[in-house]
Each structure stands twice: as structure tokens, then as C-alpha cells.
């Protein structure tokens, strides 16, 4: 039979503007969160990361929001470049001496010239 | 020197073929992995070592094999693989100390089963 396609969440945003991708996660334990950026071809890439002490934590032209309340985890990019177009991963660790990272869904961004 | 290789990047391998993949990091991570990942969908954990030793077995078919002869190599041997099985496989390695740091990924083994 047909197989059926397998579509990623895309986000698409003009060159410039703000992007905002969102995570919601699974365990409440989890105590360490990073989003990834994957292009393709290549393996992920860390962008930022956030502790679960923090609310929020900024980067370069980056920021990760945190909400445990509602285990929820957003990245913000700001001027959003065509270079940032990529697949972007959150992960959740919970730590224990090694880091198991387990990976969101992931969300394509696309970025528009 | 921050970077996981990886090789072979591509490899092609019939259903009867054995091969390797092979892992390598020279930052003094003792926490080493492998991931899996289909197309359009997130890195799956396969394997951890910590300290050479492995760690962690996530129901892993035994068709693949991993080994870790010293705390900068990390090798998945395959055999008798299906097509199913094609995918980028992705090796990482983290410090291995209490406290919270990334994982640095590979660029991978993009792997077709024929």
C-alpha cells in the first residue's frame, strides 16, 4: 500500500522578523532543557540551554522561555536570518551522572527572503 | 578540539553484510551515545556508555552491536540489518560529571540497507 507522508510542524517567517517556536514536554522531573538546531544533513547543533531553576535565559539574538507550570519551553529568535532556516529540536534531560536527552517532535522554520 | 567525527558519512550495506560504524572524541567526555534518527523525525536513543562501560540498552535489536574500546572511540558494529533499519545514525558525547552540560552531536552515518 501507499505510505503516508510524514509532515514536520513548519513555521514560516520573513526575513527579519521575530520567530517564535514552541515545546511542550513530557516528565516534570526533567531538570535540563536545550533546544538543538538541525540542518540538513548535519547532526544537531546546540543553541541554548536553560536549567529548571530559570524562567528564562538569553542568548545571542536567542531566548529560551521555561514554564513548568505547564511544561512548556519556547525559543525566540530575534531578526530571524535565512541562515536559522533548519529544523530546531527541544530536548529534556534528566540528570544523573550521564545526560539522557530525549528529543521533542521538532519544528521546521523557514525562512522567507 | 570540540567536534565528534564520524565516519563513514554515507554507507550502503546489503541485508548479509557486516559493517561498522565508527565514532570518535577527543575532549574528554566520558559519556558517549548513539542515536538513530528516521527521516523527519527527532534522534532516538540507542546506546549509552559511561566510563567504557555500557550504560544504557534502550531494547536495542541485537543486529547492532555497539562497542567502546577506550574513552575516545565509540564503534556500532551491524549485521544481518533489514531496510527498516536505514537511517542517520548519530553518535554523541557528554562530560560525564554531575552537573548539567550539552551533548555534542556527530554530523552522522547517513546508513541505506539494500
Known amino acids: 500500500g501507499e505510505s503516508v507522508g510524514l509532515h514536520l510542524p513548519t513555521l514560516s517567517v520573513q526575513e527579519g522578523d521575530n520567530s517564535i517556536i514552541n515545546c511542550a514536554y513530557s516528565n516534570s522531573a526533567s531538570d535540563y532543557f536545550i533546544w538543538y538546531k538541525q540542518e540538513s544533513g548535519k547532526g544537531p547543533q546546540f543553541i541554548i540551554d536553560?536549567?529548571?531553576?530559570?524562567d528564562k535565559r538569553q542568548g545571542q539574538r536567542v531566548t529560551v522561555l521555561l514554564n513548568k507550570t505547564v511544561k512548556h519551553l519556547s525559543l525566540q529568535i530575534a531578526a530571524t536570518q535565512p541562515g536559522d532556516s533548519a529544523v530546531y529540536f527541544c530536548a529534556e534531560i534528566l540528570s544523573g551522572g550521564y545526560q539522557k536527552v530525549t528529543f521533542g517532535t521538532g519544528t521546521k522554520l523557514q525562512v522567507i527572503p | 578540539d570540540t567536534e565528534v567525527t564520524q565516519t563513514p558519512k554515507h554507507l550502503v550495506m546489503g541485508m548479509t553484510n557486516k559493517k561498522s560504524l565508527k565514532c570518535e572524541q577527543h575532549?574528554?567526555?566520558?559519556?558517549m551515545y548513539w542515536y538513530k534518527q528516521k527521516a523527519k523525525k527527532p534522534p532516538e536513543l540507542m546506546f549509552v556508555?559511561?566510563?567504557?562501560?555500557?550504560?544504557i540498552n534502550e531494547s536495542v535489536p541485537s543486529r547492532f552491536s555497539p562497542e567502546c574500546p577506550n574513552s575516545s572511540l565509540l564503534n556500532l558494529h551491524l549485521h544481518a540489518l533489514q531496510p527498516e533499519d536505514s537511517a542517520l545514525y548519530l553518535c554523541?558525547?557528554?562530560?560525564?560529571?554531575?552537573?548539567?552540560?550539552?551533548?555534542?552531536f556527530g554530523q552522522g552515518t547517513r546508513l541505506t540497507v539494500v
Open positions: 556508555y559511561s566510563y567504557e562501560k555500557l550504560s
Open positions: 536553560i536549567r529548571s531553576n530559570m
Open positions: 575532549m574528554g567526555h566520558r559519556a
Open positions: 554523541a558525547s557528554s562530560p560525564h560529571r554531575w552537573g548539567l552540560t550539552e551533548a555534542f
